[in-house]
């Protein structure tokens, strides 16, 4: 470790690199998006106010806590580079990145050994990260905007129709007169949708997303996706379906969404679908608004309780028919696998589809799992993919939840000991309410909106879920055997999904359901604070005495 006056002199060299910055976003970087102006604008002031306190700080700390400043100041640094670097990230050839070595040599300066350890880890992610970044940058299809011609493309996702045109992600594989390999946006026109998995012969004009328009950016959505086209076709015809792994997919895909509700129609089978697949386009327009309003949406994302069930049962089949325990858990990890394939590459669904894989290979390893290490593994395979992902709402959701039930949820449990309730109602709340704090910050941001009553309508809700989905799965494997006995489950299930749904619409049909401006938020910020100083008041222990 280092140091007063070393410590000093870094903190002089780290407001020194604050000038630098504010020139940079304040000369160089002036006719940039003003989006990502802004957002440099602020991580320049966040940069500025933390320097200064550090500097602070290093005058007029005791020595003996010196090294903690020095941790705090070397994970400050490291962040602030990788603000910046994510800020300037939609130019290709911004250096700013870079800016991670300056903290390399900070950590090998103060830590040596350790120090270079972690530099060298860090240079290996940051090298990475940037090859993935440069790949989902380049575009060849780009400089083609404007023009038409003939392509072949592979729709990759399930498609998802509007009241004026379908829409579905796909990956070119031919352009007017040569090979291409590019993912793409397709819009095709109102009326029948293409297959997941179909190839697709059609003549395209090639077009540029549209910017920001109604709080949504698709420009830069999709280009976080690797997307920089979007191809429009008035005709299209098939020609064929993929092969290989994608193939397997969309097989696994279209025999689970045929056989989880086989007779049923409507609602009831669009719930189904969207709790067991995480696909919300069968929903009407405003069964969907329901559920966001309730704060029951999350239920239409696949989680780590599906992968649970998946799971769970393939051990229990193999221990009714008394298969060893190994061949079970090498059988639950090839149908976390599947299930994962099938529903797709969402980031609740490779989160929990890791911690379920995790788990099976401790178990199969005789070792203990440990849960942030499963969460770390979860988001590191994430990002190591696509690095864009730390600005999708998906992702921010599923993991800040799964974080906030780790370290929020317990101590609310424990709060609300002594009150007559039942132990899982006690369980539900301390979730529900967790999950709704981590999360708020980020609805608020990221959708303008915020549910209000999601713990109500959790606990509600929640009981319904583990029975539909064991259900559901066990509907899909009778289906294969005995159809009708499967059309009965189905029809069971279809009870529960109506009443899911039923919760969904009686809470979010309620006007103070959720909040869309800064004056409500500020009333139900001032609720839940005056609600927190009561409970407080209330407990014995943080009373006055």
Known sequence: MIGRELESSVAWARLGLVGLAALQVGVFASDYPGGYHGAAWLVTLLFAMGSLAIALAARRLDERVLGRLGLGALVFDGLVAAAYALVFSFEVTNPTRWALLVVVIEAALRYAVVGGIGAALCLIGWWWGSGRLDVLDRSSLEPEIGRAGHAIVTVTAPPRRSRFAVRAQGRATWFRDGRVDEAVQLELPVGRS???????????????????????????????????????????????????????????????????????????????????????????????????????????????????????????????????????????????????????????????????AVASLAWLSGRIRDAWYVLELGAVALLAWNPYLVFDAGFQLSFAAVGAIFVLAPPIVRRLEGYPMPQKVR??????????????????????????????????????????????????????????????????????????????????????????????????????????AWLRWRTPSSRPT
């Open 194 to 356: 293409p297959p997941q998995g179909g190839i697709l012969e059609a003549l395209v004009v090639v077009e540029a997303p549209r910017g920001p328009a109604n709080g949504f950016d698709e420009r830069t959505w999709l280009r976080r996706h690797g997307i920089h086209v979007v191809l429009h076709a008035d005709e299209w015809r098939r020609v064929g379906r993929r092969g290989g792994l994608g193939g397997i997919a969309d097989r696994l895909r279209r025999q689970l969404s045929r056989s989880i509700a086989p007779g049923l129609a409507g609602e009831r089978r669009a719930v189904l679908e969207g709790i067991v697949l995480g696909d919300d386009e069968a929903l009407t327009d405003e069964t969907r608004d329901d559920f966001r309003r309730s704060g029951l949406y999350h239920l239409l994302a696949v989680s780590g309780q599906n992968v649970v069930l998946v799971a769970g049962g393939v051990l229990l089949l193999a221990w009714l028919l008394g298969i060893p325990r190994v061949v079970g858990e090498l059988g639950a990890l090839a149908a976390i696998g599947g299930y994962v394939l099938a529903v797709g590459a969402q980031p609740s669904v490779v989160r929990a589809g890791i911690a379920g």
């Open 427 to 532: 369980e539900g709340i301390g979730i529900s309410a967790a999950c709704g704090i981590a999360t708020a910050p980020i609805l608020w941001l990221q959708f303008g909106a915020l549910p209000v009553l999601a713990i109500a309508a959790n606990l509600l809700a929640e009981p319904a879920i583990a029975p539909l989905l064991a259900l559901a799965f066990v509907t899909a494997g009778l289906d294969a055997i005995s159809p009708p006995c499967a059309a009965l489950l189905a029809a069971l299930n279809g009870w529960l999904a109506a009443y899911v749904a039923a919760c969904a619409h009686a809470i979010g049909a309620l006007p103070f359901a959720q909040v869309r401006t800064g004056r409500a938020l500020a009333v139900v910020i001032g609720l839940g604070a005056a609600a927190y």
